[in-house]
């Protein structure tokens, strides 16, 4: 399996408070099982969906205790290079790139529009041993920005993306390719978010059924803050983990209307 190509998606994982109730959650909801924790690495815990590794949960480190949330690493073919290119368009580096072991080199950053995201340079974990259809598998994500334009030119300033368009009047939404492949969204956060809301980046889970999905992830203790709603891309709801984490849910396989106009920006 070859490394994913720059810019690509390629994990996701989240700090935890409680760790436990974090695995309990998304083992329920996501039908991840767990790997064992490794302690030289901050007891980080890969989550499993049909034995293949998806995602990882991770207690936070001293002084890093707060609300959690995803991250999404995009890949990179030399951190300390992309590190660079974020420094140069006014991003920020939260963490430089640090090497972990034999697995990788990661690296924390955030964009001009204020969204955190992650870097990785492969070693022996190349990332995602599965993406959607799997369900609980990672299906696809978006940078939610209050400033589109800034975010827009870094990424692409950054990463080897081509941007196009969604030709729709009601929402302000760009869509990053590598190559022919549609890797990333970018939505405009409209005033309808709560001004205490920073930017983010929304991950998306495959998940057999939506609305069991929803059902399993409130009875929990979760939040839905949105949907569900049919889409041409799949029937899909946004959540709130009991401890804070914003992601959504995807079921690939029950779509409706037709697929959107895409232009290119000029």
């Keep these: 399996m070859a490394a994913p190509s720059e810019g690509t998606p390629c994990w996701a994982d989240a700090m935890f408070s409680d760790l436990e109730a974090a695995k309990r959650f998304y083992g329920e909801v996501l039908g991840w099982t767990f790997g064992?924790?490794?302690?030289?690495?901050?007891?980080?815990?890969?989550?499993?969906?049909?034995?293949?590794?998806?995602?990882?949960?991770?207690?936070?480190?001293?002084?890093?205790?707060?609300?959690?949330?995803?991250?999404?690493?995009?890949?990179?073919?030399?951190?300390?290079?992309?590190?660079?290119?974020?420094?140069?368009?006014?991003?920020?580096v939260l963490m430089e790139p640090m090497q972990v072991g034999e697995f990788g080199t990661m690296c924390l950053a955030r964009e001009p529009g204020g969204a955190a995201f992650g870097v990785w340079q492969s070693g022996v974990h190349e990332g995602f041993e599965a993406t959607a259809p799997q369900p609980g598998a990672y299906c696809w994500a978006e940078v939610f920005t209050r400033e589109p334009e800034r975010t827009d030119t870094f990424l692409s300033a950054v990463f080897p993306y081509t941007v196009k368009r969604i030709e729709d009047d009601e929402m302000d939404f760009r869509m990053?390719?590598?190559?022919?492949?549609?890797?990333?969204?970018?939505?405009?956060?409209?005033?309808?978010?709560?001004?205490?809301?920073?930017?983010?980046?929304?991950?998306?889970?495959?998940?057999?059924?939506?609305?069991?999905?929803?059902?399993?992830?409130?009875?929990?203790?979760?939040?839905?803050?949105?949907?569900?709603m049919d889409s041409p891309f799949g029937r899909f709801a946004a959540l709130s983990d009991p401890q804070g984490a914003a992601f959504s849910v995807i079921d690939v396989t029950t779509t409706a209307g037709e697929m959107p106009k895409v232009g290119d920006v000029g």
């Design 176 to 228: 990053f390719q590598v190559g022919d492949d549609t890797v990333l969204g970018r939505m405009r956060m409209t005033e309808e978010f709560p001004p205490e809301i920073p930017s983010y980046v929304n991950v998306y889970f495959t998940v057999p059924n939506c609305d069991d999905a929803v059902a399993a992830a409130t009875r929990l203790g979760g939040t839905l803050n949105f949907g569900p």
């Design 36 to 92: 064992e924790s490794q302690s030289q690495y901050g007891n980080y815990t890969q989550a499993y969906a049909d034995g293949k590794a998806v995602a990882a949960v991770v207690p936070p480190m001293p002084g890093q205790e707060g609300t959690s949330q995803w991250c999404l690493y995009l890949a990179s073919d030399d951190a300390a290079a992309t590190a660079g290119k974020i420094r140069d368009n006014g991003g920020e």
